[in-house]
């Protein structure tokens, strides 16, 4: 029997929910620039690499934060480039960066480290865990709440910093003008192709967190090919939330719940191999369900519109 309420299965939601969370947040960015980040799993890739070498060889945690940024952002960068400056295909140029990242972090790190499988030999530093003062002490709450990593309550945070920046500002109205209606906001002197810009870097940067999470405090050390499908899992969070931060982060959780509830499975001593499954089955069954619901709701404002017609 599977205890889905204990406080040891709600902490595990929350840490897995992290680097999904962080890089849904860069999708939410993008979508309502009306640009898709297809590259967030190379993104994230590169970046769990980069943190990983920057810190251990420096030993400065936060010398290695500014490594994985840099390299996340790096590959956002390429993205824009190709997409809006060369024209080409942002789905094409994302999915390219992709296979790229897969095959070249392993480069990188064997030419760096000699390492091939994973980075053992670099003594690569971790993002502390945070004790909640209060908090900790308060039974159960405190057992879920508190003791994670500090990127978990990044990821919190950037809940409301992406709603703030999207909602309470002038770059977020502009940011949504653009992916509402390019050409009006061409009109009134917008430049939608930097605009652009700036949200793919932006979610570069947001994404890289995600990245770095995997490999400097979810793991220890990178490994080959770690995010594993999360950058793909993160997009579909986004299109299940509407773009909308809220509705974003909802559905990160229940994907982070279908992954804990994978590794619950796997101790009960159900195949590894279908256990790798789930998170991807509860992907194409929450995309499948979003889809029915968008086609009611587009069939309920065509029935709508005309009945006015009709009553006009």
């Known amino acids: 029997m599977i205890n889905l309420l204990t406080p040891e299965f709600l902490f595990t939601v929350i840490r897995v929910t992290t680097p999904i969370l ?16 297809i590259a967030l799993e190379g993104i994230m890739l590169t970046s ?8 251990g060889f420096t030993q400065n945690i936060w010398l290695g934060a500014l490594g994985g940024i840099a390299g996340g952002v790096f590959i956002a960068f390429l993205l824009a480039y190709f997409a809006l400056y060369l024209k080409t295909d942002i789905i094409l140029g994302g999915i390219a960066l992709n296979l790229l990242t897969v095959g070249g972090t392993v480069f990188v790190m064997f030419a760096i480290t000699g390492d091939k499988g ?6 690569s530093l971790q993002f502390p865990s945070v004790n909640i003062p209060f908090i900790q002490d ?29 909602y309470k500002t002038t ?32 979610s ?27 950058g793909y899992i993160a997009l579909a969070a986004a299109a299940m939330g509407q773009a909308n931060p809220v509705g974003t982060s909802i559905a990160s959780l229940l994907f982070g719940f279908m992954e804990s509830l994978g590794y619950q499975l796997q101790s009960r001593g159900i195949p ?24 009611r709701q587009i069939a309920k404002k065509k029935n709508q519109k005309i009945q006015e017609e009709v009553k006009a």
């Open 22 to 37: 962080l890089a849904a947040m860069a999708a939410v960015i993008c979508n309502k620039a009306g640009v898709v980040n």
């Open 48 to 55: 769990a690499l980069t943190g990983v070498l920057v810190s």
């Open 118 to 123: 994973a980075t053992n030999s670099v003594r």
């Open 138 to 166: 308060i039974p159960v709450v405190g057992q879920m709440l508190s003791g994670h990593n500090l990127l978990t309550y990044l990821a919190i945070m950037m809940v409301f910093l992406v709603y703030f920046l999207l």
């Open 171 to 202: 770059f977020g109205l502009r940011l949504r003008a653009v992916g509402e209606n390019p050409d009006a906001a061409s009109s009134v002197g917008i430049d939608v192709k930097r605009v652009q810009l700036y949200a793919l870097l932006l």
């Open 204 to 230: 570069g940067v947001i994404a890289s967190f995600g990245g770095m999470y995997m490999s400097m405090a979810y793991l220890k050390v990178f490994t080959t090919n770690m995010v594993a499908g999360r």
């Open 272 to 295: 590894s191999q279908f256990i790798n499954m789930v998170p991807y089955i509860s992907t194409i069954i929450g995309l499948v369900l979003y889809a029915q619901y968008r086609q």
